[in-house]
């Protein structure tokens, strides 16, 4: 097997199906800190058993950039499957949310594996509903995600002031 060009065919497959749930977790990041007092909390503010149902970190702002996001990649590759990654990515950061405070998380506290996975696991299971996603370019999808992830929470986030 030839694996530089088999590892050159799964960065491509796997830039083709998660473009837009990565470009929607990087940039719901920027939309988060410049928008985040006013941001309208998906939960508003609901409480089940003393505890919110997903937090502040999950709000109107991430929702809309994610249907801006899938609406503008299916106008320029023309297929749903755009749509359907970045709506997906929103999704799964949801619901990492909601699962987060289930365990008594609190906002800001780690969960190895899913802090870093929840938009790709939510954009895999959205695009399954459209198309066939590859075992091999998934995996490669969350290891990439896996490095791309921490990378940024040690290089970058620090000298954004956080």
């Known amino acids: 097997m030839d694996w530089p060009a088999y590892s050159y065919t799964l960065l491509q497959e796997a830039v083709k199906l998660y473009w837009p749930a990565v470009t929607y977790n990087l940039l719901v990041y920027y939309t988060w800190l410049w928008n985040y007092k ?8 609901i409480k089940v058993k003393g505890v919110r149902l997903i937090g502040d970190s999950r709000g109107a702002a991430g929702l809309i950039l994610s249907v801006i996001i899938g609406v503008f990649g299916a106008a320029i590759t023309g297929s749903y499957l755009p749509f359907y990654a970045a709506v997906g990515a929103e999704t799964g950061t949801i619901t990492e949310s909601f699962i987060k405070r ?13 802090d870093e996975w929840d938009s790709i696991l939510g954009a895999t299971i959205f695009l399954m509903l459209a198309t066939t996603v590859r075992t091999d370019v998934f995996i490669f999808t969350l290891v990439a995600t896996f490095i791309g992830h921490n990378l940024f929470n040690k290089l970058i986030r620090p000298k954004m002031g956080e």
Do not use: A, T, Y
């Not at 006013?38 to 503010?45: E, T």
């Open 38 to 45: 006013s941001n309208i909390p998906l939960d508003f503010n």
């Open 102 to 114: 289930r365990l008594g998380f609190k906002r800001g506290q780690h969960l190895i594996f899913l």
